[in-house]
Each structure stands twice: as structure tokens, then as C-alpha cells.
């Protein structure tokens, strides 16, 4: 199975910070990596596919970029509702697999 | 407009069965790659299975042989049958959708909570 390992796994923010997210794989997965948003009691939201897509609807101010095994998401001009728990996932092969999450909180 | 509405959670025993409904509109379900991905309470994402638009169907291997993909095409629902359930199955279970240029899950349920416990 391909592990995904994101870092940090709690990020402390400020509005108006760029913050910057890390995701690796233990193998390499090409660009077959999307990058998704949860709030509490939501389902997850598709922000980035093909490591460095924007998926329809979601503000410029997410930009994704890797290849390989190294991935980064990084988000602009932080604002309240950016604050949520971030996680990577790889779909380069079965099983499917997420990273343990990145808690975005505010500083 | 896409929309995916799951159903048939709830508590049941250790050992015992579930099925779960993913009701789709505003696509055709035999027409996409379908999901289910499910959190534990306080957890992160696991992926659970996958049925392709073919027949083809994938499981994590903590769930295969006891769960069951399938889809009815005439009600346009995805299902998940679920057995010899386990305290570990505790979860929200969501089903999600592709999209047809890309294998990621572009479109969500809102999830039904599975709770197996005695």
C-alpha cells in the first residue's frame, strides 16, 4: 500500500498568512494526488486533482504543485473560512489511500 | 446539478448487517466511477470500495469479503452491503463521485453514521 504522510499535522495561521501543507508518498504516484478541505459534520470538499488542478468554484488563492512523491498545498491570504482540516490523497493505485489530515487552526 | 443523498445507517450489533443507499441525481450512477469513503468518529478519510462504470469493483482489504458494492440502475442508487460488522466499522460512511477527466472525488454525500456496537 502507498503511505501518504502529511506535515504538519496541526498548522497555526493567522488571517492573512500564507500557510504551506507537505504531502508525501512512500512511492511514486506521478501526479495522481488530490488535495481535499473538511469542515466538522461536512463531508470533504475537492479542491485540487492532478496535484496541481483547481477544481470548478474553488478561489485561486489554492495552488497545489508536485510530482513523484513530494506534493505541496499552499493557500493565500488566509481567511476565516479557510480554517478546516486538510487532507492528501493519492489515487495512483489501490487501495486508495489519505493522508492523516492537517488541522488548520487559527493562531 | 449533481446531488448524492445517502441513507440506511444506524446502530446495529457486532456480527450483524447493514445496507447502505447512495441516491444520485442529476447524473446517470452506471455511467461514473462510484465510492464509498468512510471516517471514523474523530478520524481521518479511509476509502472503503469502488465500482466502476463496467462492473469492475475494488475493496480495502479491512473490508473485503464482508462488504458488497453494487448499484441498481433503474432507482440510479449505489449500495454498500455491509456484514459480519465490526466496532472498527464505526463510522460516517459518504459516497462520492468522479468526474469523467479526473479519478478524484469531485462530488459528495453527505454521509450516514454507522455505529456497530452491543
Known amino acids: 500500500d502507498i503511505q501518504m504522510t502529511q506535515s504538519p499535522s496541526t498548522l497555526s495561521a493567522s488571517v492573512g498568512d500564507r500557510v504551506t501543507i507537505t504531502c508525501r508518498a512512500s512511492q511514486s504516484i506521478s501526479t495522481w494526488l488530490a488535495w481535499y478541505q473538511q469542515k466538522p459534520g461536512k463531508a470533504p470538499k475537492l479542491l485540487m486533482y492532478k496535484a496541481s488542478s483547481l477544481e470548478n468554484g474553488v478561489p485561486s488563492k489554492f495552488s497545489g504543485s508536485g510530482s513523484g512523491t513530494q506534493f505541496t498545498l499552499t493557500i493565500n491570504s488566509l481567511q476565516p473560512d479557510d480554517f478546516a482540516t486538510y487532507y492528501c490523497?493519492?489515487?495512483?493505485?489501490?487501495?486508495?489511500?489519505f493522508g492523516q489530515g492537517t488541522k488548520l487552526e487559527i493562531k | 446539478e449533481v446531488q448524492l443523498v445517502e441513507s440506511g445507517g444506524g446502530l446495529v450489533q457486532p456480527g450483524g448487517s447493514l445496507r447502505l443507499s447512495c441516491a444520485a441525481s442529476?447524473?446517470?450512477?452506471?455511467?461514473?466511477?462510484m465510492s464509498w469513503v468512510r471516517q471514523a468518529p474523530g478520524k481521518g478519510l479511509e476509502w472503503v470500495s469502488i465500482l466502476y462504470s463496467g462492473g469492475t469493483t475494488y475493496y480495502a482489504d479491512s473490508v473485503r469479503g464482508r462488504f458488497t458494492i453494487s448499484r441498481d440502475n433503474s432507482k440510479n442508487t449505489l449500495y454498500l452491503q455491509m456484514n459480519n460488522l465490526r466496532a472498527e466499522d464505526t463510522a460516517v460512511y459518504f459516497c462520492?463521485?468522479?468526474?469523467?477527466?479526473?479519478?478524484?472525488?469531485?462530488?459528495w454525500g453527505q454521509g450516514t453514521l454507522v455505529t456497530v456496537s452491543s
Open positions: 442529476g447524473f446517470t450512477v452506471s455511467s461514473n466511477y
Open positions: 462520492a463521485r468522479d468526474q469523467s477527466y479526473s479519478s478524484a472525488w469531485h462530488f
Open positions: 490523497q493519492q489515487y495512483n493505485s489501490y487501495p486508495y489511500t
